[in-house]
């Protein structure tokens, strides 16, 4: 997948910007305040439909105006427009395709993939299970519509069987324990799904792990992924009877907080250099190595499995890293194909290589430079 | 502009059905006030006869106009193979297809704590009942292979189970998350006729 060009309308702070990319490293430079990070942003909002820093699309509205319209053109096997305007005023959002109006948010997701790198990203190995949870099971959502369905269903079910344990906290009757019994059954059934999903995922998505990581630091060091779940397992065993007996065991617990103490939404995942935990006892550099490899691995895990390359975008890659690796990233890039990288100063990074085909983008005070 | 008040009356009653926008209303008003009096009075006493003459089975809870529903009448169908649906429009779906030929019982709905249905709110005591008043050797589950569906196919097996009938549930040919209601008849039929034991 290749984004051609972007034409961005009251895009945070871009009143109207043009820009037409090249299909190898597009290197985005400006200072702060001058909107790169914006325009990353804006490749992601067209390609998912949603903002990646705020639950509020009016956040990504420029000050003072209405109407937010971000256009791009796509290649492929065949070239594509896509279009997608937000109106504050309603809260309305409208996207075409080709001209086509597009009503379900389905059909646009996967439809254009992106594997996106922030400085947020310091949450994956160093925030709490949940940020983990998010990563995985975007990544394989991407992948596996199967999978999405099935988290959906997932989570229904969590809120449906969350109200029914406030209703038992009031008022404990035989009926509303034999209900619980169906909830906590196709808690089972679901997040049995999901489980061996993620364990499935796990075990290839390692060796997308140790190739990205070999390719960044080549030395002795070997990364590793460890999915944990149900209180403390981490093979495939009998997941359904040990499911079962867990919520057997926490069901009076479940009642008296009124929330779902057991399953595949408590679940975590363990990265590891050499055996040793990153998350305790990793150094500054490592983790933010460790964050770059996770979109690597991303990247080239979605390229396989759908076939189609993700759209690449990289906020501040080589912000916390040093030369030797920011170099051997930038290399690596060479294997992606197309990619958007942001920039403070390009004069700090001598260490690039720009080829013929890359392109660096100069942003300043709304002016649109190529060099 | 001074719009007459029978016609604004007309137009807010029908946008009051669904799907029908405002402006859609009034072009339906319009159009009745164009309309020669005998269509209007027969759309009028369609809908009165609607409300008056249709209710629920006493014995199923499928649409009916006298006591029994025509399905519970009827003597060629099979009595002894209840098939347990959502909705009377789920009976709808499946008679199309003409692949069943056992008789109905409609829930009137499925278990969601969340919107305070629970067992009681559902016609589940009534099936219970049939199970001591009638000659039940299979039990067909046929709910919507949803969230909610899906919990209250689970709850219903169990509570049936001790009572040694035979219980079977629809196959998975349809989309997950899909609603009865809107998958083709080709789709509903093939899942009736695979229905498989639980
Ligand atoms: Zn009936």
């Known amino acids: 997948m290749i984004l051609s060009s972007v ?3 009251n895009f945070r702070s871009h009143k109207e910007t043009k820009l037409i990319f090249s299909e190898r490293l597009n290197y985005i430079v400006g200072g702060n305040g001058q909107g790169k990070t914006s325009i990353l942003e804006s490749i992601y909002y067209l390609c998912t439909t949603k903002s990646i820093n705020s639950n509020f699309d009016g956040e990504v509205v420029r000050f003072n105006e209405n109407e937010l319209e971000i256009i791009g053109s796509f290649k492929d096997y065949s070239n594509s427009e896509a279009r997608i305007s937000y109106f504050l005023n309603s809260n309305k959002k409208i996207y075409f395709l080709n001209g086509k109006h597009i009503t379900r948010a389905a059909d646009i997701i996967g439809k254009f993939p992106v594997v996106i790198l922030t400085p947020t990203d310091h949450s994956i190995t160093q925030g709490a299970p949940g940020e983990r949870r998010k990563f995985v099971d975007s990544v394989i959502s991407q992948a596996s519509e199967t999978y999405l369905k099935n988290l959906l269903d997932y989570n229904k079910t969590l809120r449906q069987k969350a109200s029914l344990l406030a209703q ?8 509303l324990f034999d209900e619980l019994d169906a909830w906590n059954s196709k808690m089972i059934a679901s997040g049995k799904e999901i489980i061996i999903h993620r364990l499935k995922f796990i075990r290839k998505f390692k060796d997308f792990i140790k190739d990205s990581f070999k390719v960044i630091l080549n030395d002795d060091e070997i990364p590793g992924v460890e999915y944990m779940f149900l209180e403390g397992l981490s093979q495939e065993e009998n997941i359904e009877d040990i499911f079962f007996k867990l919520l057997h065991k926490r069901k009076d617990d479940e009642i ?3 929330s779902n103490l057991v399953g595949p939404h408590r679940d975590d995942f363990v990265f590891k250099i050499n055996d040793v935990d990153l998350k305790t006892y990793g150094s500054q550099g490592q983790h933010k190595t460790f964050q770059v490899v996770l979109r690597f ?7 396989e499995i759908t076939g189609k390359a993700p759209i690449f975008l990289l906020d501040d890659v080589f912000g916390e890293l040093d030369a030797k690796r920011s170099i051997r990233i930038s290399e690596y890039l060479r294997q992606v194909g197309q990619a958007f990288i942001t920039l403070t100063d390009f004069t700090d990074f001598s260490f690039l290589q720009k080829e013929d085909d890359d392109l660096v983008i100069k942003l300043n005070n709304g002016q649109v430079v190529y060099a | 502009m001074q719009i007459a008040e029978p016609l604004l009356i007309a137009i807010e009653e029908l946008s009051k059905l669904p799907s029908i926008g405002k402006k859609t ?4 008003a319009l159009h009745l006030l164009k309309s020669n009096t005998e269509d209007v009075d027969s759309l009028v006493n369609a809908i009165k006869d609607l409300k008056t003459k249709i209710h629920f089975c006493s014995r199923c809870f499928n649409l009916a106009t006298e006591e029994l529903c025509e399905v519970c009448k009827s003597s060629k169908r099979d009595h002894s193979l209840i098939c347990v649906v959502e909705e009377a429009s789920d009976v709808i779906a499946i008679e199309k297809t003409h692949e069943f030929n056992g008789v109905y019982h409609v829930l009137g709905g499925v278990l969601s704590p969340l919107t305070g249905i629970g067992p009681d709110s559902l016609k589940i005591k009534d099936l219970l009942k049939r199970f001591e008043d009638e000659e039940i050797k299979e039990i067909l589950l046929a709910l919507n292979p949803d969230t909610e ?7 219903l097996a169990k509570l049936i189970k001790p009572l040694g009938i035979k219980i079977t549930r629809i196959a998975r040919g349809l989309p997950i998350g899909g609603d009865l209601e809107f998958a083709d008849e080709a789709t509903i039929g093939r899942a009736v006729l695979g ?4």
């Open chain 1, 168 to 175: 038992l906290k009031e008022t404990k009757n035989k009926t």
């Open chain 1, 297 to 303: 691995a991303q990247f080239f895990y979605l390229k």
């Open chain 2, 25 to 28: 209303a009034q072009r339906l």
């Open chain 2, 195 to 198: 229905r498989i034991s639980l």
């Open chain 2, 149 to 155: 569906g899906e919990t209250t196919t689970l709850y």
């Open chain 1, 256 to 258: 008296r907080r009124g």
């Open chain 1, 7 to 9: 034409k961005l309308k």
